[in-house]
């Protein structure tokens, strides 16, 4: 099994920066790759970036130029810098990771932007 857990949430104002992490624990190894999504209120959870273990990312073309997915392989945590934040980035975000095939999800943390 593998735990993930979010910190880094919260009430930002439109243009402002927000950091999220996500710290893995539990059955770590062979985690390949790991990534944010994140759901708005009465949208689909959607894909906003993930990042293999070795350093290939993805972005949603509506996240590209703004925000910048990380990884610390050795700690097993993956990061989420996001700049210039919109009202549209508000939403419950959720780690998450993949293992042989399984994704494993933390419990979200809430990004609120306000206009």
């Known amino acids: 099994q593998v735990q993930l857990v979010e910190s880094g949430g919260g009430l930002v104002q439109a243009g402002g920066p927000l950091r999220l992490s996500c710290a893995a624990s539990?059955?770590?190894?062979?985690?390949?790759?790991m990534g944010w999504y994140r759901q708005a209120p009465g949208k689909q959870r959607e894909l906003v970036a993930d990042i293999t273990s070795g350093g290939t990312t993805n972005y949603a073309d509506s996240v590209k130029g703004r925000f910048t997915i990380s990884r610390d392989n050795a700690k097993y945590t993956v990061y989420l810098q996001m700049n210039s934040l919109k009202p549209e980035d508000t939403g419950l975000y959720y780690c998450?990771?993949?293992?042989?095939?399984?994704?494993?999800w933390g419990q979200g943390t809430q990004v609120t932007v306000s206009s």
């Open positions: 539990g059955s770590t190894f062979r985690i390949n790759v």
């Open positions: 998450n990771a993949v293992k042989l095939n399984y994704r494993y």
